[in-house]
C-alpha cells in the first residue's frame, strides 16, 4: 500500500513569490491534514479536512494561505504571497476519521521543506 | 487556548538507561496519541490512548494515559540507540481540536 504522497519535496523561493504543495493521502482514508513544522518544534495544525470539507482551519493565516481538497481525495495548500517566516516543513498526513475509536492514527507523507529568500 | 507541553526538552541517555517523556495539556483530552520523528523524517505513529487510566506495553515502550485524561507519559525501558529521535504527543481535545506537543528529543550515547 502506497503511504502519504507529497510534492515537491523541497522548494527554494524569493519572498513574495507563490507557491503551492500537493498531497495525495493513503487512499480512503477520509480525513487529511495540513501540517507546519519549524525546526525543533511539533507540528501545527493548518487545517483538517473531513472528505472535501474543511472542518477545522482556525489556525490557517487566510490572508495569505488557502487549501482545497476538491473531490475529497488530494490536495493543495497555496501560500500567496510567501514572507520570510514561512520557511517550514509543511507535513500532509492522513487517516481513516477522526472520530473512529480505533485506527484513526495519522500517516505523514515525507513533507515539503519551503526555504523563502 | 489549549496547550500541550512536554517534559523534558531533550534527554541524554547512556544506552541501557530508562528514558520518560511527560505530556501534559491544559484541557481534558478525548485520547491522546503518541509519535516518533527520527531525524530528517517524519512523525510515525506509534500508540493512541483513550481511556482513563490506560495504560498500554509494547516491547519495552509503556504508555500511561492520566485518569484525569490531561496527562501523559511514555517509559522507554533500556534504551537502544534506535530509539533515538524525538517523541511527540498529540492530544484530541473535546472540541475536536488536534494539538501535539513541542516533543522529546531523545539522545543515547552508546
Known amino acids: 500500500e502506497a503511504g502519504v504522497v507529497q510534492s515537491p519535496r523541497y522548494k527554494i523561493i524569493e519572498k513574495k513569490q507563490p507557491v503551492a504543495f500537493w498531497c495525495n493521502p493513503i487512499?480512503?482514508?477520509?480525513?487529511l491534514y495540513w501540517y507546519l513544522q519549524n525546526l525543533g518544534q511539533g507540528p501545527e495544525l493548518l487545517i483538517r479536512y473531513e472528505n472535501e470539507e474543511a472542518v477545522d482551519d482556525s489556525q490557517l493565516p487566510k490572508d495569505r494561505f488557502s487549501a482545497e481538497r476538491l473531490k475529497g481525495v488530494d490536495s493543495t495548500l497555496k501560500i500567496q504571497p510567501a514572507e520570510l517566516g514561512d520557511s517550514a516543513v509543511y507535513l500532509c498526513?492522513?487517516?481513516?476519521?477522526?472520530?473512529?475509536?480505533?485506527?484513526?492514527?495519522?500517516?505523514f507523507g515525507p513533507g515539503t521543506r519551503l526555504t523563502v529568500l | 487556548g489549549q496547550q500541550v507541553m512536554q517534559i523534558p526538552q531533550y534527554q541524554h541517555v547512556q544506552e541501557g538507561e530508562d528514558f520518560t517523556t511527560y505530556c501534559n495539556s491544559s484541557t481534558t483530552l478525548s485520547n491522546i496519541q503518541w509519535y516518533k520523528q527520527r531525524p530528517g523524517g517524519h512523525p510515525v505513529f506509534l500508540i493512541q490512548l483513550v481511556k482513563s487510566g490506560e495504560v498500554k506495553k509494547q516491547k519495552r515502550l509503556t504508555f500511561q494515559f492520566g485518569e484525569a485524561k490531561k496527562n501523559s507519559s511514555l517509559h522507554i525501558t533500556a534504551t537502544q540507540t534506535t530509539d533515538v529521535g524525538t517523541y511527540f504527543c498529540?492530544?484530541?481535545?473535546?472540541?475536536?481540536?488536534?494539538?501535539f506537543g513541542p516533543g522529546t528529543s531523545l539522545s543515547v550515547i552508546p
Open positions: 498529540a492530544g484530541l481535545s473535546s472540541y475536536d481540536k488536534v494539538i
Open positions: 498526513a492522513s487517516s481513516l476519521g477522526l472520530y473512529r475509536a480505533t485506527n484513526n492514527e495519522q500517516f
Open positions: 487512499s480512503g482514508h477520509n480525513t
